[in-house]
């Protein structure tokens, strides 16, 4: 049993290493071989773990759908409520609806998340997520003032390696260079650089490294902006992602730009 749970930790541990360089993949491959692993030993509490893991894995695919189903099952199983996993979860799921147009599932989802983060004390390894989520959730309910204040809170905090929507709504507020300021001389990898492209206005390029991860949505948000802002070298790809996606709003924005320039 000792050497099960070694053999489980380091294959968890791998898969979030391979994430962190971009190798989402091969972090999937990992995933697969811990869970049959698990299967064959009956780690039942390692197993949901997984299904946990498998919300942020869609999330980083940009797989709405898969976000969705991958959080409603992990929210269903029995001992979700007490997991460690639940608040991410829910903030993953918060943003997946929101990509829909889906307000009030998402504001409810984040606001969840929010309420347990707060009242289990300051987490930072998730901070970043849940406030961010939080943050965009209560811009597109009208809530302002309470947006600006939990994206400041964001910014405040440690950020980790793979943020994938704080750096391009602060691209999208036009506050980028917050970001850069609080980036700058950090060593990563090309999340970073992609993070601090779009921040600094080189979307185009953050796009393309978002879309050399396999990171779709990332990559198709910092094509729409880089076409708002006069480059639509990749609006058709974004269009057809978001389409594919079902993410409402993102589309009516692609076909707007394409209406102004018919």
Known sequence: AEIVSSRTSA????????????????????LDEMRA?????????????????????????????????????????????ESYQTRPVLATRARAHLARGQVEEAVADAERALASFRESGQDAQIAGDILTAAARCRRAAGRLGEAETLLDEALAGPLEEILLDLPLELAELGRGDEYL??????????????????????????????????????????????????????????????????????????????????
């Open 181 to 262: 300021a609080l980036t700058e001389g950090r060593a990563g990898f090309g999340w970073l650089e992609a993070a601090r492209g779009a921040a600094a206005g080189d979307l185009i390029r953050a796009s393309e490294i978002y879309g050399s991860f396999g990171a779709r949505f990332p990559e198709a948000w910092a094509g729409l902006l880089a076409a708002e802002r006069g480059d639509t070298s990749r609006l058709d790809a974004a269009l057809a992602y978001f389409e594919e996606q079902r993410a409402t709003p993102y589309v009516q924005r692609c076909r707007a730009l394409l209406q102004a320039s018919a």
């Open 37 to 81: 692993l698990c299967e064959r030993y009956g780690k039942t509490a390692t197993l949901i773990w997984i299904d946990g893991e498998r919300v942020y894995e869609r999330d980083l695919y940009g797989d709405l759908d898969g976000v969705i189903a991958a959080a409603n099952h992990f929210l269903s199983l029995p001992r979700a409520a």
């Open 11 to 30: 294959l968890n541990n791998l898969a979030q290493c391979l994430r962190i360089v971009g190798r989402l993949d091969d972090a999937a491959a990992r």
